[in-house]
């Protein structure tokens, strides 16, 4: 559910009344939705080792500051208009998701050391386009910075 509040509303969020709100100053939009509090199991605890672990990898600077440039064209182009990245986050975790998927990898296993040993496509914006593992968008080729 979206909820769209005034202006001055613009740092609204939080819990209230069993729902969740939150700004998103790329969709210019107060969000909000029910809270559901996650019940454990392991799916949840595997998605959360993951995720950790994608944290711990540590991608440099220069190849978050790429996926935030492929993030901006991505989102201009017009059939992308519905279904937009929000951040540079949300393209790391598709890229490294799909590419977990292609090549049989476990995301909650891998390092830095085998990421450049092995060659894989998430090296560089560029290599995870080209790989297929990302949409691809005008200028891609420029997105070189090393992960």
């Given at each position: 559910?979206?909820?769209?509040l005034g202006?001055?509303?613009?740092?609204?969020?939080?819990k209230?009344?069993?729902?969740?709100?939150?700004?998103?100053?790329?969709l210019?939009?107060?969000?909000?939705?029910?809270?559901v509090?996650?019940?454990?199991s392991?799916?949840?605890?595997r998605?959360?080792q993951v995720?950790?672990?994608?944290?711990?990898?540590?991608?440099s600077e220069?190849?978050?500051?790429?996926?935030?440039?492929y993030?901006?064209?991505?989102?201009?182009?017009i059939?992308?208009l519905?279904?937009?990245l929000?951040?540079?986050?949300n393209?790391?975790?598709?890229?490294?998701?799909?590419?977990?998927?292609?090549?049989?990898?476990?995301?909650?296993?891998?390092?830095?050391?085998?990421?450049?040993?092995q060659g894989?496509?998430?090296r560089?914006?560029?290599?995870?386009?080209q790989?297929?593992?990302?949409?691809?968008?005008?200028?891609?080729?420029?997105?070189?910075?090393l992960?």
């Amino acid at each position: 559910m979206k909820a769209r509040l005034g202006s001055f509303f613009h740092s609204f969020s939080g819990k209230a009344d069993g729902m969740v709100y939150y700004y998103n100053r790329r969709l210019g939009k107060v969000i909000a939705r029910e809270y559901v509090k996650p019940r454990p199991s392991k799916a949840n605890q595997r998605f959360g080792q993951v995720n950790e672990n994608l944290r711990i990898l540590g991608p440099s600077e220069g190849f978050k500051m790429d996926l935030r440039v492929y993030v901006d064209i991505y989102n201009s182009m017009i059939r992308n208009l519905e279904k937009p990245l929000l951040n540079w986050y949300n393209a790391y975790t598709k890229m490294m998701w799909a590419m977990a998927r292609d090549l049989g990898l476990d995301l909650a296993t891998l390092t830095r050391d085998e990421i450049e040993p092995q060659g894989l496509p998430c090296r560089r914006v560029k290599d995870a386009v080209q790989a297929g593992y990302l949409p691809r968008v005008k200028g891609f080729e420029t997105l070189q910075e090393l992960f």
